[in-house]
């Protein structure tokens, strides 16, 4: 079955670089018509969509916050990585990968359980 | 760039129908998705492109878009229905993905 997991550090300083890892499992990052997004969501607000990594290594990113993202991906690890830098303490929150077709008018069809990441000094 | 509007909250008493809208400019043009989020748990799809729902989803789960407004309709409320729900399309003008600011379905 398709599953995704979320792993990386709980606690960042200001000012640092997060690196965050979604391993996946049941589907393949090379195939042909799925990728893979980023997803946060601070405590007690809604969802907001940072990053998607398509199966050609295409790349789409947040508006608002492109210049601090990187989204790659390892497809012999099955894995995507996203990095965000000069973190503050507003963004801390749950970061989630989901898995989405390559066509982005779809929807994200399974979610990993999400990792809590707190920016504090 | 484009919004999403969501009620904060909506009320309902077992057995009725809860209605959550989600308004947007033109939102009909777009395919809209709903993911229900219970607390401490990740959001789950419950119903895409405006009507469809995924297998294992009840059929007490419903939803249709049109103009400016798409709704998500759960029939007979049950408790377990308790949770945050949030619509989400894509914006093709930005080639951004948008969700909506959610609402809190309280079972009452």
């Known amino acids: 079955q398709v599953t995704l997991k979320e792993s990386g550090p709980v606690l960042v300083k200001p000012t640092e670089t997060l690196t965050l890892t979604c391993t996946v499992s049941?589907?393949?990052?090379?195939?042909?018509?799925?990728?893979v997004s980023w997803i946060r969501q601070p405590p007690g607000k809604a969802l907001e969509w940072l990053a998607h990594i398509f199966s050609n290594d295409e790349k789409s990113y947040s508006t608002s916050l492109k210049s601090r993202l990187t989204i790659s991906k390892d497809t012999s690890k099955s894995q995507v990585v996203l990095t965000m830098t000069n973190m503050d303490p507003v963004d801390t929150a749950t970061y989630y990968c989901?898995?989405?077709?390559?066509?982005?008018?779809?929807?994200?069809?399974?979610w990993g359980q999400g990792t809590l990441v707190t920016v504090s000094s | 760039s484009y919004v999403l509007t969501q009620p904060p909250s909506v009320s309902v008493a077992p057995g009725q129908t809860a209605r959550i809208t989600c308004g947007g400019n033109?939102?009909?043009?777009?395919?809209v998705h709903w993911y229900q989020q219970k607390p401490g748990q990740a959001p789950v799809l419950v119903v895409y492109d405006d009507s469809d729902r995924p297998s294992g989803i009840p059929e007490r789960f419903s939803g249709s878009n049109s103009g400016n407004t798409a709704t998500l309709t759960i029939s007979r409320v049950e408790a377990g229905d308790e949770a945050d729900y949030y619509c989400?399309?894509?914006?093709?003008?930005?080639?951004?993905?948008?969700f909506g600011g959610g609402t809190k379905l309280t079972v009452l």
């Open positions: 989901a898995r989405r077709s390559n066509e982005p008018t779809k929807p994200f069809d399974y």
């Open positions: 989400q399309v894509w914006d093709s003008s930005s080639d951004q993905v948008v």
């Open positions: 033109n939102i009909g043009s777009k395919s």
């Open positions: 049941g589907f393949s990052l090379s195939n042909a018509r799925m990728g």
